[in-house]
């Protein structure tokens, strides 16, 4: 009985909590939203200048996502398989971007390509890096750099070495040893850290706040356009495009648990 | 398809695995490494599969030099203790997938496979995966794999280790039937002296990263060359000072020339096998094997006193 009651009011504390910091809001941007009906939403989406935000968030996403994948895969097939000095470095800097505020990998970013920077000569050669696309990609890279590297180097450290072995002594060279054996054990960790660095990428605001230059339908993510709209005063405007933003991390999120249960079966 | 290994040293930090070890491995035999757990017995095999460096020494494989050789080009046959089954493909396409990399014609691959599932009896376990088979099952479709690719010389690193006694036993019987039906040469690696006297033909003794012998399983029993041996291959009992195999022990009622007294501590009957552990009054507890015949001509039981004696020719001092 006492056991029942417990389970009862952990349950309730775990679903409070959560109705607290995440669904009550939500919900609540929803109810705003569409508060006046559904047109004034529509219209404060088919601006010109919000469909060109949601265009540069995805531009960025899909290039990031495809790098940090590669990245990822290449980076824990070092940490895990081989053995190199300064290993351990590795391995702790690619956790560095989880630890450090965007804001701080921004700021570094304009110190890096701002006209007195380390590379600031590339804006004499009239190669712009900051307030345009590449400093957005780069630090939208950064931030979403950890994901499928963490979550690949927990799987390939399970399923060992000795499958990719006995693809050598069957006649594998690495690289079809990489296609054939290791990439579809470690299938379901690469799709799950693809999905974990692309709903970081759609989110990311701070680092790409500050190299961006917030440019109007220029250099303006979906999220820099949300608190832009806020800011005129455009609060319907503001929650659409939010409404937007949150589908989309929905869609991640219900693709992340379709996936989950298979699992179990590799 | 011999293998000739010279001088074979491997290092693992401190830890030395391989002490300039030389062995031969006659073309067409079936060689055991037989030696306690961190001996260096699988390190020699993985050196030999070139899935490890040494750090000196060469291998010759069918008298071509391998030693810098990779692993996929030097024509070995490989079987993991725990059978490294490629868990995301059917049964037919582990057993294929020498094949398909050498991008051998479809239809020679799938008769290949047929052959070689027939071989190793799992025809009807083709469209299955690993997951869905029993260990031995595993284990012979490991084997299949290896063979696929007609490999010069079989490496099988504890195949057996991971299995159950009875499918062990099994599988044992069943090695030395496919030996004899494919010749192809092969070396073993276990530490169970009865599973390397039962399925070789030759045994190569390795402890502390030395070879320490190496002969037919027969020889090693009845002419060991060093105390580990002895010891290692088959069961021993301290008489005197020197080892004594327990079924060398004479067991006498009356005192006779070269015996000693002991009395019977227990008599445990293990069927045709009786084992008398006795003690002595000078130097503790030995044991004595005998027939249950032999037992109950004399009339053994437990606390009775009698006298042994080493039959002396299979002493080692």
């Known amino acids: 009985m006492l056991r029942l009651l417990r389970t009862f009011c952990l349950r309730g504390v775990a679903f409070l909590y959560l109705a607290a910091i995440l669904i009550g809001p939500l919900a609540l941007v929803f109810f705003r939203t569409f508060e006046h009906g559904f047109r004034p939403a529509w219209d404060a989406l088919s601006t010109p200048e919000t469909i060109n935000a949601f265009k540069l968030t995805l531009i960025i996403t899909a290039i990031a996502v495809p790098l940090n994948t590669i990245f990822g895969i290449a980076c824990a097939l070092a940490i895990v398989r081989r053995r190199f000095p300064g290993k351990g470095l590795v391995n702790a800097f690619v956790d560095l971007p989880l630890a450090l505020s965007p804001v701080v990998v921004g700021l570094a970013l304009f110190l890096l390509y701002g006209r007195d920077g380390w590379f600031g000569f590339l804006g004499e050669h009239g190669i712009q890096i900051l307030f345009s696309l590449p400093a957005m990609v780069i630090a939208t890279i950064f931030v979403s750099l950890p994901f499928v590297a963490r979550e690949v180097v927990p799987t390939l450290r399970e399923i060992g070495d000795e499958q990719e072995q006995a693809a050598r002594t069957l006649g594998a060279n690495s690289w079809q040893t990489f296609w054939r054996i290791t990439l579809p054990a470690i299938r379901w960790a690469v799709i799950y850290g693809v999905i974990l660095t692309a709903a970081r990428c759609l989110g990311e605001y701070g680092a790409v706040a500050v190299v961006s230059g917030r440019l109007q339908g220029e250099t303006e993510t979906a999220t820099l356009r949300v608190e832009e709209r806020y800011e005129s005063f455009d609060v319907a405007g503001a929650y659409a495009i939010s409404i937007v933003l949150a589908l989309m991390a929905v869609v991640v999120l219900v693709a992340m648990t379709a996936i989950r249960p298979k699992e179990g079966t590799t | ?288 094997q005998l027939t249950r015949d032999q037992c109950e001509e004399l009339e053994l039981a437990d606390g009775q006193i009698v006298y042994v004696r080493p039959a002396s020719e299979r002493v080692f001092v």
């Open chain 2, 1 to 288: 398809m011999s293998i000739i290994a010279t001088g074979i040293s491997k290092r693992f930090g401190d830890f030395v695995a391989l002490d300039a070890v030389s062995l031969e491995v006659p073309t067409g035999s079936l060689t055991a490494l037989l030696g306690p757990s961190g001996s260096g017995k699988s390190t020699l095999l993985r050196v030999i599969a070139g899935l490890e460096a040494p750090d000196a020494g060469e291998i010759l494989i069918s008298g071509e030099d391998a030693t810098g050789i990779a692993p996929q080009k030097r024509g070995v046959g490989f079987v993991f203790q725990h059978y490294a089954a490629f868990k995301h493909m059917t049964v037919r396409d582990n057993v294929a997938f020498g094949l398909t990399i050498r991008k051998r014609p479809r239809d020679e691959i799938r008769k290949r496979v047929d052959e070689l599932l027939e071989l190793v009896q799992l025809q009807q376990f083709g469209h299955r995966y690993p997951a869905q088979l029993s260990g031995g099952q595993r284990q012979r479709m490991a084997l299949a794999r290896a063979l696929a690719v007609e490999p010069e010389v079989l490496l099988l690193d504890e195949p057996f280790g991971a299995l159950d006694a009875r499918v062990r036993a099994e599988l044992r019987e069943w090695l030395r039937r496919l030996h004899e039906e494919v010749h192809v040469t092969t070396v073993f690696v276990t530490h169970d002296q009865e599973e390397a006297m039962e399925v070789a033909d030759q045994i190569a003794v390795i402890n502390r990263g030395r070879v320490e012998q190496v002969g037919a399983p027969r020889d090693l029993y009845e002419q060991p060359a060093t105390e580990f041996v002895m010891s290692f291959v088959g069961p021993t009992t301290r008489v005197g000072g020197s080892w004594v195999r327990p079924h060398d022990l004479e067991v006498l009622l009356a005192p006779a020339d070269g015996a000693t007294e002991a009395m019977i501590e227990r008599v445990i009957h293990l069927g045709f096998e009786v084992r008398v552990e006795l003690v002595r009054a000078d130097e503790g507890k030995i044991w004595a």
